[in-house]
Nanobody, 127 residues
């Protein structure tokens, strides 16, 4: 089992920056792919970004490309999501997720490919 705990969410204004973190514990040797999804009220869960733990492959959704960056800290078993130029449309609960499999780029955007999920952290962007 892998436990994921997100942090860093909050209330910000349009144009602000925010960094989310996801700390993993448990069988962390098995989390080969980690990523972020988000879900706004009344909407389906949406892919944001993901990366192979090796760093060889990264996938970022078109809706956030150029503004959001995913990265990892190997020593701390932590994945970060740096968010810049935030917009009200970015308001959502952000979920960290992982799988013990090394996903290919085209599979990273599918939530059914992931086994482990955090509880989520709320990000609210005011206009």
């Amino acid at each position: 089992q892998v436990q994921l705990v997100e942090s860093g969410g909050g209330l910000v204004q349009t144009g602000d920056s925010l960094t989310l973190s996801c700390a993993a514990s448990g069988r962390t040797g098995g989390w080969n792919t980690a990523g972020w999804f988000r879900q706004a009220p009344g909407k389906e869960r949406e892919f944001v970004a993901a990366m192979r733990w090796s760093g060889t492959t990264t996938n970022t959704a078109d809706s956030v490309k150029g503004r959001f960056t995913i990265s990892r800290d190997r020593a701390k078993n932590t994945v970060h999501l740096q968010m810049r130029s935030l917009k009200p449309d970015d308001t959502a609960v952000y979920y960290c997720t992982s799988t013990g499999r090394g996903l290919i780029w085209s599979s990273m955007g599918r939530p059914e490919e992931y086994e482990y999920w955090g509880q989520g952290t709320q990000v609210t962007v005011s206009s």
